[in-house]
């Protein structure tokens, strides 16, 4: 089964809201993890990282905070735009990345006017 | 401008043919992967190769091949034994294996 996982399949978020994206995580050892959006038709693009010896990291717009105790990881879009339509992907590191990264399932966020 | 190149951006195969994807990048990263999305799901791992003539199997290698006989270069090959091949396969690199992977735009293979 699937270590990384999103809590929503679906966000439904005004245009200029604020949007939070969820994301549990069940591997303990997991030590690094990284936001990708990814819109319809493309390849993922990366958003965000954060490693675990951090609890919060802040881009343009966005910003990734990480619960270690919980196992929960989550993304924060402020002010979104309609460009921020697109599928939302979590991804975990374990161990080096010695198997490379593992996703959760996405969530669809969807602006609206 | 640097990045990861994939082609086809479409494929049409036939049932009981072998199809081979391309993936080029022009980072110098040492790290490949390749991975495999189903409508509605997430990225699942082929293969990976860490370094030159270096690669693992990921946790849906069955009825593929790759090989990695240069650094840029990291090709798929979807074999006929592969039964259910029709999906989007995404080509990524990373500087290190503990880094963040750049993807590509993709390749969309139907078995027709």
């Known amino acids: 089964g699937e270590s990384v996982g999103l809590h929503l399949p679906t966000l439904s978020v005004q245009e200029g809201d604020n949007s939070i994206i969820n994301c549990a995580y069940s591997?303990?050892?997991?030590?690094?993890f990284i936001w990708y959006k990814q819109e319809s038709g493309k390849g993922p693009q990366f958003i965000i990282d954060?490693?675990?010896?951090?609890d919060k990291r802040q881009g343009q717009r966005v910003t990734v905070l990480l619960n270690k105790t919980v196992k929960h990881l989550s993304l924060q879009i402020a002010a979104t735009q309609p460009g921020d339509s697109a599928v939302y992907f979590c991804?975990?590191?374990?161990?080096?990345?010695?198997?490379?990264?593992?996703f959760g399932k996405g969530t669809h966020l969807i602006i609206q006017p | 401008d640097g990045g990861i190149t994939q082609s086809p951006k479409y494929l049409f195969r036939k049932e009981g043919q072998n199809v081979t994807l391309s993936c080029e990048q022009n980072?110098?990263?040492?790290?490949m992967y390749w991975y495999r999305q189903d409508p509605g799901q997430g990225l699942r791992l082929i293969y990976y190769s860490q370094i030159v003539n270096d690669f693992q199997k990921g946790d849906i290698a069955e009825g593929y091949s790759v090989s990695r006989e240069k650094k840029e270069s990291f090709p798929l090959t979807v074999t006929s034994a592969q039964k259910n091949p029709t999906a989007f396969y995404l080509c990524?690199?990373?500087?290190?294996?503990?880094?963040?992977?750049?993807f590509g735009q993709g390749t969309r293979l139907t078995v027709v």
């Open positions: 591997n303990s050892a997991s030590d690094y």
């Open positions: 980072l110098n990263h040492d790290a």
């Open positions: 954060i490693r675990s010896n951090m």
């Open positions: 991804a975990e590191l374990t161990g080096g990345g010695a198997d490379g990264l593992t």
């Open positions: 990524a690199s990373s500087i290190y294996r503990d880094s963040e992977a750049f």
